[in-house]
């Protein structure tokens, strides 16, 4: 499927209402609705613009995405919408929230502050015309033409940076490779970046989330959708334009997203086109992760921390629901302190600012800790050994062995003996595994997980997931070929170019990666490793669902790997082996970090409020779950 589509193949369909170009003056703002913007191909993209009343030039806050510029947050995503305004109402105070949308900047909160804001809906969703083709290079050089349109209109001051969560976030990555000369600052909140390794096959394992993801928030909002894109609280109007076309007519409009991904098994150059280059990557950004964002978005804030070549960068990690921390208080004074030096001009300090900001996990709530670089030069890589009888220690072990289980089964646990003082673990981790199998192929689920003196397992609020483990990593065993220049002992990096095949009698040594993270384990708790053949399953209360996601949230979210044609019961439903001793020694290696330093708020970043995540019954990452 080309990649280069550039107009609407379904030029017919019926017509309910205008979208013409307008402007009106409301809510202290000047707004300009369905702005046309014209890409190099000739295709017109559409924009929302709210910039301040009073005549001047102004930075842009810019965002480009496929989620329909006119659908409010509480229309599109009602269940995230009303669990972050309860629990966090500093987010809905102050604004009529009229302009809510989903994972980018709320205008009312960012032009009283002398910034426009510009949406723009992505090639093919809401009210702009085209073919749907997520990441690719036709909609990263879209978005390089919208920020030169932002960065030269009359009321620009010529900077234009970029701030959104999660596809806002992945896409800044992306188009900061083509480096476009209006873009002066960006902030990727929870934005992955490599399309394989981060997004589309975690340790070469097919993540199903993409495709239900299309069906769920994509399909539902492709231009001409009609009713069922809705209509805009605000104007009135349909938020997926006038056209409404057929079933059919939208299918032809859109690739086949998941389709394409299953037929890229390998890091090739589908994947390669669709991820940034590190190397190209200049402007100056602040990173923001989530710890609990296993499956999707930590990996690549901290990727993007460590390898992009901007020499001004910063890196924020925090915990709970990913997008609640980006609209309260909290993230919206470090993200306006970072634009505001970099689109204004001022001199508040930012760049004296340490460099690494983390909210660090207890199992009861985050300390606040300003740190200078990732991972910390104060780490303390500590090895512990898996004993075949299921424990995990410092000391090796010589004793020979196989422990077995079902290769898509539960798998083993290994636990360490109650930890005797406070341990506080931060950092990425990795697995040494030495693994054979009754087939030519297994996959390995790794989950990093705590328990209680009782062994009640402690989980957490995560990005998306109530019952979300510690960490977690993946690796298929025929994809275990390493890239010897970009790894590091802490975090393996897998080439993903080509399958090596198991073979009957051999066994495989291993390198797993498990995604960075932050816990303090208290005393008298255990840490545990699970080593699975499937998805890991909260063994309490189910999750429930969000009304965007297809599935029943049980302890992955909706970051599940249960493709049957990705893993055929032939190949991956064997046996796996682990082996022990003979110069086999499997361990883990952990990010301890020793004693306590740097005091919370030091280094200038804003304080989290006190009502953050502390009070008021909220339901934050923080909280034990058993």
């Given at each position: 499927?080309?990649?280069?589509?550039?107009?609407?193949?379904?030029?017919?369909?019926?017509?309910?209402?205008?979208?013409?170009?307008?402007?009106?003056?409301?809510?202290?703002?000047?707004?300009?609705?369905?702005?046309?913007?014209?890409?190099?191909?000739?295709?017109?993209?559409?924009?929302?613009?709210?910039?301040?009343?009073?005549?001047?030039?102004?930075?842009?806050?810019?965002?480009?995405?496929?989620?329909?510029?006119?659908?409010?947050?509480?229309?599109?995503?009602?269940?995230?919408?009303?669990?972050?305004?309860?629990?966090?109402?500093?987010?809905?105070?102050?604004?009529?929230?009229?302009?809510?949308?989903?994972?980018?900047?709320?205008?009312?909160?960012?032009?009283?502050?002398?910034?426009?804001?510009?949406?723009?809906?992505?090639?093919?969703?809401?009210?702009?015309?085209?073919?749907?083709?997520?990441?690719?290079?036709?909609?990263?050089?879209?978005?390089?033409?919208?920020?030169?349109?932002?960065?030269?209109?009359?009321?620009?001051?010529?900077?234009?940076?970029?701030?959104?969560?999660?596809?806002?976030?992945?896409?800044?990555?992306?188009?900061?490779?083509?480096?476009?000369?209006?873009?002066?600052?960006?902030?990727?909140?929870?934005?992955?970046?490599?399309?394989?390794?981060?997004?589309?096959?975690?340790?070469?394992?097919?993540?199903?989330?993409?495709?239900?993801?299309?069906?769920?928030?994509?399909?539902?909002?492709?231009?001409?959708?009609?009713?069922?894109?809705?209509?805009?609280?605000?104007?009135?109007?349909?938020?997926?334009?006038?056209?409404?076309?057929?079933?059919?007519?939208?299918?032809?409009?859109?690739?086949?997203?998941?389709?394409?991904?299953?037929?890229?098994?390998?890091?090739?150059?589908?994947?390669?086109?669709?991820?940034?280059?590190?190397?190209?990557?200049?402007?100056?950004?602040?990173?923001?992760?989530?710890?609990?964002?296993?499956?999707?978005?930590?990996?690549?804030?901290?990727?993007?921390?460590?390898?992009?070549?901007?020499?001004?960068?910063?890196?924020?990690?925090?915990?709970?629901?990913?997008?609640?921390?980006?609209?309260?208080?909290?993230?919206?004074?470090?993200?306006?302190?970072?634009?505001?030096?970099?689109?204004?001009?001022?001199?508040?300090?930012?760049?004296?600012?340490?460099?690494?900001?983390?909210?660090?996990?207890?199992?009861?709530?985050?300390?606040?800790?300003?740190?200078?670089?990732?991972?910390?030069?104060?780490?303390?890589?500590?090895?512990?050994?898996?004993?075949?009888?299921?424990?995990?220690?410092?000391?090796?072990?010589?004793?020979?062995?196989?422990?077995?289980?079902?290769?898509?089964?539960?798998?083993?646990?290994?636990?360490?003996?109650?930890?005797?003082?406070?341990?506080?673990?931060?950092?990425?981790?990795?697995?040494?595994?030495?693994?054979?199998?009754?087939?030519?192929?297994?996959?390995?689920?790794?989950?990093?997980?705590?328990?209680?003196?009782?062994?009640?397992?402690?989980?957490f609020q995560g990005a998306i997931d109530p019952h979300t483990?510690?960490?977690?990593?993946?690796?298929?065993?025929?994809?275990?070929?390493?890239?010897?220049?970009?790894?590091?002992?802490?975090?393996?990096?897998?080439?993903?170019?080509?399958?090596?095949?198991?073979?009957?009698?051999?066994?495989?040594?291993?390198?797993?990666?498990?995604?960075?993270?932050?816990?303090?384990?208290?005393?008298?708790?255990?840490?545990?490793v699970t080593i699975r053949g499937k998805d890991y399953e909260?063994?309490?209360?189910?999750?429930?669902?969000?009304?965007?996601?297809?599935?029943?949230?049980?302890?992955?979210?909706?970051?599940?790997?249960?493709?049957?044609?990705?893993?055929?019961?032939?190949?991956?439903?064997?046996?796996?082996?682990?082996?022990?001793?003979?110069?086999?020694?499997?361990?883990?290696?952990?990010?301890?970090?020793?004693?306590?330093?740097?005091?919370?708020?030091?280094?200038?970043?804003?304080?989290?409020?006190?009502?953050?995540?502390?009070?008021?019954?909220?339901?934050?990452?923080?909280?034990?779950?058993?």
């Amino acid at each position: 499927m080309s990649s280069v589509q550039s107009t609407d193949r379904s030029a017919g369909g019926p017509v309910a209402g205008t979208h013409r170009p307008r402007s009106e003056t409301r809510d202290g703002m000047h707004i300009d609705w369905d702005v046309q913007i014209t890409m190099e191909d000739g295709l017109v993209l559409r924009a929302d613009v709210f910039r301040p009343c009073k005549p001047g030039r102004y930075p842009v806050i810019l965002t480009y995405g496929p989620y329909a510029k006119g659908l409010a947050f509480q229309d599109g995503y009602p269940s995230a919408w009303q669990r972050m305004v309860d629990q966090h109402p500093d987010v809905a105070k102050g604004s009529t929230n009229a302009y809510q949308n989903w994972e980018v900047v709320d205008p009312e909160k960012w032009v009283p502050h002398n910034y426009a804001c510009v949406r723009v809906d992505s090639r093919g969703c809401g009210c702009s015309p085209g073919y749907i083709d997520h990441f690719s290079p036709r909609e990263t050089k879209d978005f390089y033409d919208c920020i030169q349109w932002a960065g030269v209109q009359p009321w620009s001051n010529g900077k234009v940076g970029l701030n959104g969560i999660s596809y806002y976030g992945i896409n800044q990555w992306h188009v900061a490779s083509l480096q476009p000369p209006h873009l002066a600052a960006m902030c990727i909140w929870e934005g992955a970046a490599d399309w394989y390794r981060d997004m589309t096959h975690h340790g070469g394992i097919l993540s199903t989330f993409w495709a239900n993801w299309y069906d769920m928030q994509v399909k539902t909002v492709q231009h001409g959708a009609g009713e069922r894109g809705k209509h805009s609280r605000v104007h009135g109007e349909l938020v997926c334009g006038p056209k409404i076309f057929s079933e059919n007519q939208l299918a032809q409009n859109r690739c086949d997203f998941g389709a394409e991904i299953r037929a890229h098994p390998l890091d090739d150059d589908y994947h390669r086109a669709r991820s940034p280059v590190w190397s190209k990557v200049k402007v100056p950004f602040l990173s923001a992760a989530n710890w609990g964002g296993q499956g999707l978005h930590p990996r690549g804030n901290f990727e993007g921390f460590v390898r992009a070549a901007s020499k001004e960068k910063w890196l924020e990690a925090h915990g709970i629901e990913h997008w609640t921390h980006f609209y309260t208080d909290y993230g919206r004074e470090i993200q306006k302190r970072f634009f505001d030096h970099y689109l204004h001009g001022k001199k508040n300090g930012w760049d004296r600012q340490s460099k690494v900001l983390l909210q660090v996990r207890h199992i009861d709530r985050f300390e606040q800790r300003a740190e200078q670089e990732w991972p910390l030069k104060r780490t303390k890589w500590t090895k512990l050994y898996l004993q075949p009888a299921g424990s995990l220690s410092e000391k090796r072990s010589s004793q020979a062995s196989v422990k077995s289980f079902a290769a898509m089964g539960d798998g083993l646990t290994f636990l360490t003996a109650p930890m005797e003082t406070e341990t506080e673990l931060t950092g990425p981790s990795a697995l040494k595994l030495f693994v054979s199998s009754s087939t030519a192929d297994a996959d390995l689920f790794v989950v990093l997980r705590v328990f209680s003196p009782d062994l009640k397992e402690v989980v957490f609020q995560g990005a998306i997931d109530p019952h979300t483990p510690v960490a977690q990593g993946w690796l298929r065993a025929s994809h275990g070929k390493l890239d010897r220049t970009l790894s590091k002992p802490y975090r393996p990096y897998h080439t993903h170019d080509e399958k090596q095949p198991l073979k009957r009698g051999e066994i495989a040594d291993l390198d797993i990666e498990i995604w960075p993270t932050s816990i303090v384990i208290p005393a008298g708790y255990r840490l545990g490793v699970t080593i699975r053949g499937k998805d890991y399953e909260y063994g309490g209360a189910s999750g429930g669902k969000l009304s965007n996601f297809k599935n029943e949230l049980k302890g992955c979210g909706p970051f599940l790997h249960d493709d049957p044609l990705d893993r055929p019961a032939k190949i991956f439903g064997g046996t796996t082996h682990l082996h022990f001793g003979h110069g086999q020694e499997p361990f883990i290696l952990l990010p301890v970090i020793p004693g306590k330093s740097n005091k919370e708020g030091h280094g200038r970043w804003p304080r989290k409020r006190k009502n953050d995540n502390r009070k008021r019954g909220a339901r934050p990452e923080e909280k034990r779950r058993t």
